[in-house]
């Protein structure tokens, strides 16, 4: 009796991987420049004027909490639309939003047409995250933009891998951003509330994210 042919083994190759995103065409160092420039000029503008050092600060300070460093900075917005025009203070934090996000997508690009985020990008985590995304991804950037519960930082990995075009990404960020910072401000307008008790809450978001994240790592290694 002849056994039955078993099937061929598969192997994982770099052909099974999400397809790793281009490199970005202008050099490494262009929008660090810029961001550097904008910044240096808010702080120039200030020294010149002497007033208002909440609005000059908005620009970095935004820029900054957009950032890859995830430093909370809900509460920036609540705090200075006390003093400032509420409108003008959506205005210009999403525009400064729109351009750390040139440099967040840029880094992000760089990294991931690694080699070495091979795995990262063949992790079932990835993959799974990515094929949800993949189903509505500008609605799921403008959700994630707007509503504070749902960490952000995931999405930009997730328009990187899809190879999202930006105008469609910068897009979602325009509307996901500008709504929740206008939220923002009608609540610093409604609750004239301590500054310190808006960073609290963005601490407090912060951490919680951090340790789903974590726990979320824990759960998908295997045992």
Same mark, same amino acid.
């Given at each position: 009796? #002849?056994?039955?042919? *078993?099937? &061929? ?15 970005? =065409? ?12 904008? =910044? ?14 909440? $609005?000059?600060? $908005? ?39 729109? $351009? ?13 047409? #690694? ?21 509505? &991804? ?21 328009? *990187? ?32 509330? &301590? ?15 951090? *340790? ?5 790592? #824990?759960?998908? #290694?295997?045992?």
């Amino acid at each position: 009796m #002849r056994p039955e042919p *078993t099937a &061929p083994i598969r192997l994982v190759t770099d052909d099974l991987l999400p397809p790793a995103p281009a490199p970005p =065409t202008l050099p490494a160092w262009f929008w660090s420049v810029v961001l550097g420039v904008v =910044t240096l000029a808010c702080a120039v503008g200030w020294l010149i004027t002497h007033t208002a050092p909440l $609005l000059w600060g $908005l620009v970095p300070y935004t820029m900054l909490g957009n950032s890859l460093a995830m430093i909370p900075y809900d509460w920036y917005l609540p705090a200075i639309v006390q003093h400032q025009p509420a409108l003008l203070v959506v205005a210009i934090a999403t525009l400064a939003t729109v $351009l750390i996000e040139f440099w967040n997508m840029d880094v992000i690009a760089r990294l991931l047409s #690694r080699q070495g985020t091979a795995a990262f990008r063949g992790h079932t985590v990835t993959t799974r995250l990515l094929g949800w995304y993949q189903k509505a &991804p500008w609605w799921t950037l403008v959700v994630a933009g707007f509503a504070p519960v749902i960490p952000f930082y995931p999405c930009r990995f997730l328009a *990187t891998l899809a190879r999202y075009p930006m105008w469609r990404y910068q897009s979602a960020i325009v509307v996901g951003r500008s709504v929740r910072y206008a939220v923002l401000a009608g609540a610093g307008l409604l609750l004239p509330i &301590p500054p310190v008790a808006y960073f609290v809450v963005g601490v407090v978001l912060l951490v919680v994210f951090v *340790t789903k994240y974590l726990q979320l790592r #824990r759960s998908s #290694r295997p045992a």
